[in-house]
């Protein structure tokens, strides 16, 4: 009979064999349908680095942000890695691609950085990847200083333009360099929905990581977004699930779906009702708050992401929010009042369109303490304050 015809072992053998083919074709057929990306597990982190992550969304003077820690002598800051991500993945919304994020900024924390190379949709020169593949590398102070380059000196602030022009074909692994050789590891990173998917990393003791979330006025983000809207047109159909359509956001429906993911953070980072894994590792600012306080918030942030205050770095921060500049670029650090831009809306959005973002963004103003403009003389009235105070279930500030 055929039965008694087949050995065991060589039955096992044949069972294995079409297992693995099995795998390989899925995986294959992953690679290939939906995106050019490759699978990444990363290493070990070093247990003497700290790991900060500043959570923030497009136009919150995240750059700023991201900067005060990045000029610190002793951080790697990169800014939004999971750009690369959101590049590389066609047919992928926003919610779909937090996993690939967070195991992207996984990797990252742990001085791994040949993940990018699972993330670039063509293969290295001849002569090697060199570091101007890193999106906006030149807003990182420790890739524009030894080891990974030397235009500027060790604890010297440092300039975009400068790094760009003397640092853009440093050998890719000056970027691992960099990282090993820091005492903490800083990333700013726009491209989170939700504050779930970065729960395995707040839970790995390797990582230990915390996490400064930045929130802005909807309404100042909303007229932030309308001058800069050309940049935007991509993500815009990635955050509406979109993926691979061009939206211009001209009724504020991104702007929307942005809110209701703030809000939904709220709903997790409550101070009544806060989940073990978050206790100690989440601290909320309000830009708002940080441009009308900055020692203080300055001081506050340092203590919590376990850093140690530098001179140097809050003379410049003091410096580039207590400039006599309004306006800037589209992104980017520049010499500024950063308390008129936060309230340069007021000036320029028209009330229609204001009483529009309140309806859309509502439920985040209140979970925010952001208050409401009524009538149009509000609108104008720069006494008439537009930022309450925090409400009490709302935690600013999660003592480990």
Not at 40 to 54: A, E, R, T
Request: glycine share 4%.
């Amino acid at each position: 009979m055929l039965r008694s015809s087949i050995r065991i072992p060589a039955l096992y053998m044949f069972l294995g064999m079409a297992s693995m083919s099995v795998i390989m074709f899925m995986m294959q057929e992953f690679s290939t349908s939906t995106t050019p990306c490759r699978f990444h597990y990363g290493k070990v982190s070093d247990p003497k680095q700290s790991h900060l992550l500043v959570l923030s969304t497009w136009r919150s003077g995240s750059s700023l942000f991201g900067q005060i820690f990045s000029q610190h002598p002793d951080v790697f800051y990169l800014i939004e890695p999971c750009w690369h991500i959101w590049k590389c993945l066609r047919g992928v919304g926003a919610t779909g691609m937090q996993p690939a994020c967070r195991d992207m900024l996984r990797s990252i924390y742990q001085c791994d950085t040949s993940i990018y190379n699972y993330y670039e949709q063509s293969p290295p020169p001849k002569t090697g990847r060199t570091m101007s593949s890193i999106f906006m590398y030149g807003v990182s102070r420790a890739l524009c200083s030894p080891p990974a380059c030397n235009a500027f000196t060790a604890g010297t602030i440092t300039e975009e333009n400068v790094c760009r022009a003397k640092c853009s074909k440093r050998p890719f692994e000056a970027v691992s360099l960099a990282c090993e050789a820091s005492k903490h590891i800083v990333f700013k990173e726009v491209r989170f929905m939700d504050l779930e998917p970065l729960k395995p990393l707040l839970t790995d003791p390797n990582i230990d990581l915390r996490i400064i979330h930045l929130v802005r006025d909807p309404r100042a983000i909303a007229f932030s977004r309308i001058k800069s809207a050309s940049n935007f047109k991509r993500d815009n159909g990635i955050v509406m699930n979109m993926s691979g359509t061009n939206i211009n956001d001209d009724k504020q429906k991104v702007l929307e779906v942005i809110c209701k993911s703030i809000e939904r953070m709220r709903s997790v980072a409550r101070e009544d009702n806060m989940p073990s894994w978050l206790q100690g590792h989440y601290m909320l600012v309000r830009y708002e708050d940080f441009v009308e306080n900055v020692e203080s918030t300055l001081t506050r942030m340092f203590n919590f992401a376990r850093i140690p205050e530098n001179v140097n770095v809050s003379h410049w921060i003091m410096k580039n929010t207590h400039g006599k500049r309004v306006a800037g670029g589209a992104f980017g650090v520049v010499l500024k009042d950063a308390t008129a831009i936060s309230q340069k809306w007021r000036k320029y959005l028209p009330f229609n369109s204001v009483l529009n973002i309140q309806n859309d963004c509502g439920g985040m103003m209140k979970a925010y303490g952001y208050r409401f403009i009524v009538k149009k003389e509000q609108l104008m009235n720069m006494e008439f304050d537009v930022v309450d105070n925090l409400p009490e279930n709302v935690s600013s500030h999660t003592q480990p």
